[in-house]
Nanobody, 118 residues
Framework: QVQLVESGGGLVQAGGSLRLSCAAS????????MGWYRQAPGKQRELVAV???????NYADSVKGRFTISRDNAKNTVYLQMNNLKPEDTAVYYC????????????WGQGTQVTVSS
C-alpha cells in the first residue's frame, strides 16, 4: 500500500515562497516518476513539475524559473520549492507517484492548499 502525505501549504503574499513536501511510505526508488499537480477551483488538474528516477525534471511553462522540484531519497520525500508566488498559483497541490511495469499505476496524496494573496 502506497501512501503519499503532503505538507507545507498555506497562505502567503504574492512574491513570497513556500516549500511543499511529499513523504512516501517506503522507498521512492520504486517509482518511475514523482510529480506535483495542482487544481484551482473550476479548473482541471494540471501538471506542475515532475522528477524521474534518473533525476531529470520537467516543469509547466507557467512555473519555470520560479518552482524547483527535488528529491531526498534517504527521507523518501519529494519537495516543491515555490518562489515568487503569484495569485494564479492558488490551488490545491497534489503529490503523484507513478509506477510503470506492464501497466501504469498512479498514486495520489490528499492534497495541500496553497493560497497566494495579492
Amino acid at each position: 500500500q502506497v501512501q503519499l502525505v503532503e505538507s507545507g501549504g498555506g497562505l502567503v503574499q504574492a512574491g513570497g515562497s513556500l516549500r511543499l513536501s511529499c513523504a512516501a511510505s517506503g522507498s521512492i526508488f520504486r517509482f518511475n516518476a514523482m510529480g506535483w499537480y495542482r487544481q484551482a477551483p473550476g479548473k482541471q488538474r494540471e501538471l506542475v513539475a515532475v522528477i524521474r528516477v534518473s533525476s531529470s525534471t520537467n516543469y509547466a511553462d507557467s512555473v519555470k524559473g520560479r518552482f524547483t522540484i527535488s528529491r531526498d531519497n534517504a527521507k523518501n520525500t519529494v519537495y516543491l520549492q515555490m518562489n515568487n508566488l503569484k495569485p494564479e498559483d492558488t490551488a490545491v497541490y497534489y503529490c503523484n507517484a507513478l509506477v510503470v511495469t506492464t501497466t501504469m499505476t498512479a498514486y495520489w496524496g490528499q492534497g495541500t492548499q496553497v493560497t497566494v494573496s495579492s
